[in-house]
Every structure is written in C-alpha cells, then in structure tokens.
C-alpha cells in the first residue's frame, strides 16, 4: 500500500513532505497529531496518504454516528474511535484514557474542531497532550503549495499561551484548500 499511496500522493496529486519526514524511524509510540487549517474534506484523504507515505499508523475520533453499517468497517480499520459527543461527559478524560490502554496510539485531531473559519482553536487537543503524558506533533495542509510540513515532537510545558502561540507560528502563511484565514 505504500508504493500506491507514494505514486498517488506525490505523482498523481503532486504533493511533497517537508520537515520531520522521519517521524516513524523516531519511535514516537504515542501522540497526539495535529493538522490545519482544516478547511475541506479534501483533508481526510491527503493525511490518509501522507500516513501511508511516511509509515505510520493515526487513529482519530469521530462522532459515534459515523460508525455505522457501511462505514463502521473502515473508519475502525483505518484508525477511528467512536466519540459519544452528548453534553456532559468529560471528552478530553475519556480521550486521554485511550493513550493509557495502548501501547501504539498516535490521535490526529483538528486543532480547529471544524471546516469553518474560527477566531480560536479548541483547546481539547491541548489537555488530551497533556493528560496523556504525550508530544504534540503539527502538521500542514497548505494546498498553494502541494506540501505537508510536519514538526518536531513538541512537549506542553505550563504556560498554554506561550504554547499555542509557539503552535500557531507553524501554521503561518499556510493556505488550506479554501482559504478562510487572512
């Protein structure tokens, strides 16, 4: 799957990686990944490739609903967890629990929370990072340029500003496929 994921990705879409390339020679078991600016379907089936290309395996969440017969077969084999989303459950525990019970866990997430334009991102991604004693790992889907920039591993520390403003530099100038940030 690889070879036909390479040959999609960079000869038929045109896309490139840059930055941590080497993210699955690193040994980094457990994570939470995230990828922006999210603003198209389109995102779903890029970072399925980029995975494939670089060698690793993500699992993400996704509203209970998704899993449902055709589709529950291959969002549960592709990596996906169904999320009761319903008020008053503690999510970022629940999430972050699954990171204890594994030994292999990478959890892509949008820091935005959503495909629409948004002032701020969700902060949930954040606290699962640090309840789950895990790296934050960026990535970027910047269609202008056909390219998927990935970071280095990045640790919380105990000033969320600093943090999310250190997370945010890495997105700058990036163009997702609509383009919804000035």
């Given at each position: 799957?690889?070879?036909?994921?390479?040959?999609?990705?960079?000869?038929?879409?045109?896309?490139?990686?840059a930055g941590n390339v080497t993210m699955s020679k690193n040994s980094i078991k457990?994570?939470?990944?995230?990828?922006?600016?999210?603003?198209?379907?389109?995102?779903?089936?890029?970072?399925?490739?980029?995975?494939?290309?670089?060698?690793?395996?993500?699992?993400?969440v996704a509203k209970k609903e998704l899993f449902k017969w055709p589709f529950s077969?291959?969002?549960?084999?592709?990596?996906?967890?169904?999320?009761?989303?319903?008020?008053?459950?503690?999510?970022?525990?629940?999430?972050?629990?699954?990171?204890?019970?594994?030994?292999?866990?990478?959890?892509?997430?949008?820091?935005?929370?959503?495909?629409?334009?948004?002032?701020?991102?969700?902060?949930?991604?954040?606290?699962?990072?640090?309840?789950?004693?895990?790296?934050?790992?960026?990535?970027?889907?910047?269609?202008?340029?056909?390219?998927?920039?990935?970071?280095?591993?990045?640790?919380?520390?105990?000033?969320?500003?600093?943090?999310?403003?250190?997370?945010?530099?890495?997105?700058?100038?990036?163009?997702?496929?609509?383009?919804?940030?000035?």
């Amino acid at each position: 799957m690889g070879l036909l994921a390479k040959f999609i990705y960079s000869k038929i879409l045109g896309w490139k990686l840059a930055g941590n390339v080497t993210m699955s020679k690193n040994s980094i078991k457990k994570a939470v990944i995230i990828g922006a600016p999210h603003t198209s379907w389109q995102d779903f089936y890029i970072a399925l490739l980029m995975r494939s290309v670089i060698g690793i395996k993500s699992n993400f969440v996704a509203k209970k609903e998704l899993f449902k017969w055709p589709f529950s077969y291959y969002f549960k084999a592709i990596g996906g967890s169904p999320l009761d989303r319903r008020p008053g459950q503690n999510k970022v525990e629940a999430i972050a629990k699954l990171f204890e019970n594994r030994d292999e866990f990478r959890l892509a997430l949008s820091p935005e929370g959503t495909r629409k334009k948004v002032e701020e991102w969700k902060t949930g991604f954040y606290y699962i990072a640090k309840k789950g004693n895990v790296p934050i790992i960026m990535f970027t889907f910047d269609f202008e340029n056909k390219q998927n920039r990935i970071s280095e591993p990045f640790f919380t520390t105990e000033d969320i500003e600093a943090d999310f403003k250190f997370m945010r530099s890495f997105f700058e100038g990036v163009k997702g496929k609509k383009v919804l940030y000035s």
